[in-house]
C-alpha cells in the first residue's frame, strides 16, 4: 500500500496560471518536505514542516507556498508557474527520530 | 563547490557483473548517510541507511562509508537488469535537511 501518495502524477498547467500539488501521508510522520528535481539533477528542498512549524529554504522562490492543514496532507501551491518551473515535485515524509524518509511517487509538472 | 558530489555517468555493465557508485562530501557535520534508487518518473525509494563510518550488507548491496576521506560508495553484487536505475546519495547532519547527489544512471546489460 502506498504511504505517500501524491496527486496528480501528472499536471500541465499554463504560464502563469496558479496550480497547487497535493501530497497525503498514511504514516502519521511529523516532517514532510517539497523538493523539486529537475532532469539529471539533484532533488533540492523547496520547505519542510516539522509538524506545522513551516521551513522556508532561502533560496526558495517567493512563487512557490505551501500548506499544511493536518498531519496528512500537504500542499505546494506555485502561484504564477514559469517554463523554468517544469520539473519533477517530491514529496517525502520522515518521523522526527527516524533517519529515513519516503517518498512519494512524483508530480510531473509541465509548463506550457 | 558542491556540497555533495557524484558522477551522472553513465554507468553501463553486462549482468551479473559488480556495480560500484560513490559520493564526496564537503561538509564534515554530515553523520547520515543514504543511497536511495530513483527509476525513470518514479520517486526515490530507500535502499541502504548508515551512521557514521563503517560498513553496511543487505543482500546483493553493501554501502561503505569513510568520514575521514568524506567519500561513500554502495556496491551492487550480481547485477541484474531490474538494477537498472538512477542511483542517489543522499546525506544530512543531525537536522531534517537532506542533501542529495546528482544521481547516477545504470544499465545494466543482459
Known amino acids: 500500500d502506498a504511504m505517500v501518495i501524491q496527486n496528480p502524477r501528472y499536471q500541465v498547467t499554463q504560464f502563469g496560471k496558479p496550480v497547487t500539488l497535493s501530497c497525503s501521508q498514511t504514516?502519521?510522520?511529523?516532517?514532510m518536505y517539497w523538493y523539486q528535481q529537475k532532469s539529471s539533477q539533484a532533488p533540492k528542498l523547496l520547505f519542510h514542516?516539522?509538524?506545522?512549524?513551516?521551513?522556508n529554504e532561502a533560496d526558495t522562490p517567493d512563487n512557490f507556498q505551501s500548506r499544511r492543514p493536518n498531519t496528512s496532507f500537504c500542499f505546494l501551491d506555485i502561484r504564477s508557474p514559469g517554463l523554468g518551473d517544469a520539473a519533477m515535485y517530491l514529496c517525502?515524509?520522515?518521523?522526527?527520530?527516524?533517519?529515513?524518509?519516503?517518498f512519494g511517487q512524483g508530480t510531473r509538472l509541465t509548463v506550457v | 563547490q558542491k556540497e555533495v558530489e557524484q558522477d551522472p555517468g553513465p554507468l553501463s555493465v553486462p549482468e551479473g557483473a559488480i556495480v560500484s557508485l560513490n559520493c564526496t562530501y564537503s561538509?564534515?557535520?554530515?553523520?547520515?548517510f543514504m543511497w536511495y534508487r530513483q527509476y525513470s518518473r518514479k520517486g526515490p525509494e530507500l535502499l541502504m541507511y548508515?551512521?557514521?563510518?563503517g560498513n553496511k550488507e543487505d543482500g546483493r548491496f553493501t554501502a561503505q562509508v569513510d568520514k575521514s576521506s568524506k567519500y561513500i560508495s554502495l556496491f551492487i553484487r550480481d547485477s541484474q537488469p531490474s538494477d537498472s536505475a538512477t542511483y542517489l546519495c543522499?546525506?544530512?547532519?543531525?537536522?531534517?535537511?537532506?542533501?542529495f547527489g546528482a544521481g547516477t544512471t545504470v544499465t545494466v546489460r543482459a
Open positions: 517525502a515524509t520522515r518521523q522526527a527520530l527516524n533517519t529515513e524518509a519516503f
Open positions: 504514516l502519521n510522520h511529523n516532517v
Open positions: 514542516y516539522y509538524d506545522k512549524d513551516f521551513n
Open positions: 561538509n564534515s557535520a554530515f553523520q547520515y
Open positions: 548508515t551512521y557514521s563510518s
Open positions: 543522499a546525506m544530512r547532519r543531525n537536522d531534517y535537511k537532506l542533501s
